[in-house]
């Protein structure tokens, strides 16, 4: 546990970093999506009421778990919108842009009010279904940063199945990987980092190539600007001379 906390942290301290040195806004959405991550599992794993947090502010927490829950997967949203820049998928996008608005107000619904607390992580549930739908169309369209999200969201989904298999019965996962939630998370999150990085060198790329082809465009625009010259000159000379 201590190294899952530690290699989240030094994650979130590195996108932090890097959204300072960029801006990037999709950074400053994942760093939000850590630390969401981070919180929920303090408060799950238990960490946080016997080390930080006394009994009675637990408590409170727990009232406003929907919160809790929620945070991590919406900054996930935002996340995946800014950078698979779904605004590319029109009608995708309208959807998720619904999600945004819908999240939180079932967020203020449920900690106003138990009687829909059984389906207080439903609308979170279909969010992720609906952010992976997104991310395999958008890995269909060939984008180039979906590869990347795509396998991360492979690492989670199996190790959803392996946990479900487990919880009835046929194969019981935490015997051997007892730890499999908080690996999953940390292999999730370096290869989110990693296409964050990936995205750099992209643009990166992108700059050195715009600029070799305004350089070509410049360099053709002169030689013909330079013939033109020439032309014109020789018609001169010939006028000149008749």
């Known amino acids: 546990l201590a190294l899952f906390f530690g290699a989240m942290f030094i994650l979130g301290v590195y996108n932090?970093?890097?959204?300072?040195?960029?801006?990037?806004?999709?950074?400053?959405?994942?760093?939000?999506?850590?630390?969401?991550?981070?919180?929920?599992?303090?408060?799950?794993?238990?960490?946080?009421?016997?080390?930080?947090?006394?009994?009675?502010?637990?408590?409170?927490?727990?009232?406003?778990?929907?919160?809790?829950?929620?945070?991590?997967?919406?900054?996930?949203?935002?996340?995946?919108?800014?950078?698979?820049?779904?605004?590319?998928?029109?009608?995708?996008?309208?959807?998720?842009?619904?999600?945004?608005?819908?999240?939180?107000?079932?967020?203020?619904?449920?900690?106003?009010?138990?009687?829909?607390?059984?389906?207080?992580?439903?609308?979170?549930?279909?969010?992720?279904?609906?952010l992976m739908i997104v991310t395999i169309y958008a890995t269909y369209k060939k984008n180039r940063q979906a590869y990347f999200v795509l396998f991360g969201w492979l690492i989670i989904f199996i190790s959803i199945i392996l946990m479900y298999l487990s919880s009835i019965g046929i194969f019981s996962i935490y015997t051997y990987f007892p730890y499999i939630v908080e690996l999953s998370l940390v292999i999730e999150a370096i290869i989110f980092s990693i296409a964050l990085a990936d995205k750099i060198k992209q643009l990166q790329k992108d700059k050195i190539e715009a600029k070799q082809k305004l350089f070509n465009q410049q360099k053709n625009e002169k030689e013909r600007l330079s013939i033109q010259v020439e032309e014109k000159t020789n018609d001169l000379k010939v006028a000149l001379d008749e």
């Open 16 to 130: 932090l970093f890097i959204f300072f040195f960029t801006r990037d806004i999709s950074y400053l959405y994942y760093v939000f999506y850590i630390i969401g991550i981070i919180a929920h599992h303090l408060i799950y794993v238990g960490i946080a009421n016997i080390y930080l947090i006394n009994q009675s502010t637990i408590i409170t927490i727990i009232e406003y778990a929907s919160i809790l829950v929620a945070f991590p997967i919406f900054a996930l949203a935002l996340f995946t919108k800014s950078f698979l820049n779904t605004n590319q998928y029109p009608k995708l996008n309208k959807i998720l842009i619904l999600f945004l608005i819908v999240i939180p107000i079932s967020v203020i619904i449920f900690t106003s009010t138990d009687i829909f607390n059984k389906y207080r992580n439903l609308l979170s549930l279909c969010l992720i279904v609906y």
